[in-house]
Nanobody, 124 residues
Framework: VQLQASGGGSVQAGGSLRLSCAAS????????MGWFRQAPGKEREFVAA???????YYADSVKGRFTILRDNAKNTVYLQMNSLKPEDTAVYYC???????????????????WGQGTQVTVSS
C-alpha cells in the first residue's frame, strides 16, 4: 500500500484545513486508516482512525473539532480539521493497518504503512 498525503498549510487559529491521503497498491476498503501527527521535539501521536465500516475514533485533544472520513470509491481518506489551535501545529501522517478492517488498537506500531508527512502550521 502506498499512501500520499496532501493538504497541509498555514492557517490562523480558528481556521480550517482538510488533509487528504490517497492510497494505491492495496485493498483500501479493507484497511483501517488513520492519521497521526508529530510536533517538534515530541513523539508521534494518534489523531484519528476509521474502520472499513466508517466507525471513527479520535484523540481527546481533537474530538469535536476533527473529522475523519473515507471514500472507498476514490481510495482516499480525509481529515477535516476545524477550530484549529496553535497546539495543532505538527507534521501530519496518514497510515494504514493493511491486516485489519476494524480498529482494535491505535498505537503507531500497529499501523504498517505510512505516507509522507504534510506540515500544518496554526498561528495565533
Amino acid at each position: 500500500v502506498q499512501l500520499q498525503a496532501s493538504g497541509g498549510g498555514s492557517v490562523q487559529a480558528g481556521g480550517s484545513l482538510r488533509l487528504s491521503c490517497a492510497a494505491s497498491g492495496g485493498t483500501f476498503s479493507r484497511c483501517v486508516m488513520g492519521w497521526f501527527r508529530q510536533a517538534p521535539g515530541k513523539e508521534r501521536e494518534f489523531v484519528a482512525a476509521v474502520s472499513w465500516s466508517d466507525s471513527s475514533y479520535y484523540a481527546d485533544s481533537v474530538k469535536g473539532r476533527f473529522t475523519i472520513l473515507r471514500d472507498n470509491a476514490k481510495n482516499t481518506v480525509y481529515l477535516q480539521m476545524n477550530s484549529l489551535k496553535p497546539e495543532d501545529t505538527a507534521v501530519y501522517y496518514c497510515a494504514a493497518q493493511s491486516y485489519s478492517m476494524v480498529v482494535r488498537t491505535t498505537t503507531a506500531e500497529s499501523f504498517d504503512y505510512w505516507g509522507q508527512g504534510t506540515q500544518v502550521t496554526v498561528s495565533s
